[in-house]
């Protein structure tokens, strides 16, 4: 069965940090990209980063650009993002999700976890 899970999500102040875990299993992420989004209240959903398959490029949302950073453990079959120097705009459910090979936009993905909830707030 297909899955990915999130875990790691909290409520943290500002400039304060945190490490997001996306577990995935029922493939392998030798094959496929994990990208990760956000969604806050009443907002779309966005694109935060994503980390591709093959040659393990990372990409980043200009808003968490050097903040953010996006790592795999092939072995583990599991995703992280560290997400530092945190703000009040990043509060948002954190997805994970899964598409074959190589990063791409939010419609182009096929499997996604469930979120969890990331709550930056003094």
């Known amino acids: 069965q297909v899955q990915l899970v999130e875990s790691g999500g909290g409520l943290v102040q500002p400039g304060g940090s945190l490490s997001l875990s996306c577990a995935a299993s029922?493939?392998?992420?030798?094959?496929?990209?994990i990208g990760w989004f956000r969604q806050a209240p009443g907002k779309e959903r966005e694109g935060v980063s994503c980390i591709s398959s093959s040659d393990g490029s990372t990409y980043y949302a200009d808003s968490v650009k050097g903040r953010f950073t996006i790592s795999k453990d092939n072995a583990k079959n599991t995703v992280y993002l560290q997400m530092n120097s945190l703000k009040h705009e990043d509060t948002a459910v954190y997805y994970c999700?899964?598409?074959?090979?190589?990063?791409?936009?939010?419609?182009?993905?096929?499997?996604w976890g469930q979120g969890t909830q990331v709550t930056v707030s003094s």
């Open positions: 029922g493939f392998s992420l030798d094959y496929y990209a």
């Open positions: 999700a899964a598409r074959r090979d190589y990063c791409s936009g939010l419609t182009k993905y096929d499997y």
